[in-house]
Nanobody, 125 residues
Framework: QVQLVESGGGLVQAGGSLRLSCAAS????????MGWFRQTPGKEREFVGT????????HYADSVKGRFTISRDNAKKTVYLQMNSLKPEDTAVYYC??????????????????WGQGTQVTVSS
């Protein structure tokens, strides 16, 4: 089994920055993609962005494009979400996930096999 552990969440003022980390352990994996989703009470889980593991190619939701950046460290099996120019509407629990699909940029929740426990990001206005 794959275990994913997010860290780096917290409270930040609007306009500030945070960097989230997601460390993978357990079952060895290659290829596929790692993604970030977020969820607030009463709303569906929302796609944030994804990175194809082997190539490093990224894809982002329009709501975060230009503000958030995903990167990964192959050796550490860790993916990062750098969040800049944060807005109150970015407040959510952020989840790291892994997809086994080998092509393209998976954007749907059902395309991901493993999920972390989530980390809370709160942006004050």
């Amino acid at each position: 089994q794959v275990q994913l552990v997010e860290s780096g969440g917290g409270l930040v003022q609007a306009g500030g920055s945070l960097r989230l980390s997601c460390a993978a352990s357990g079952r060895t994996f290659s290829g596929g993609a790692m993604g970030w989703f977020r969820q607030t009470p009463g709303k569906e889980r929302e796609f944030v962005g994804t990175i194809v593991w082997n190539s490093g190619s990224t894809h982002y939701a329009d709501s975060v494009k230009g503000r958030f950046t995903i990167s990964r460290d192959n050796a550490k099996k860790t993916v990062y979400l750098q969040m800049n120019s944060l807005k109150p509407e970015d407040t959510a629990v952020y989840y790291c996930a892994r997809s086994s699909y080998g092509l393209g940029h998976p954007v749907l929740e059902r395309e991901y096999n493993y999920w972390g426990q989530g980390t809370q990001v709160t942006v004050s206005s």
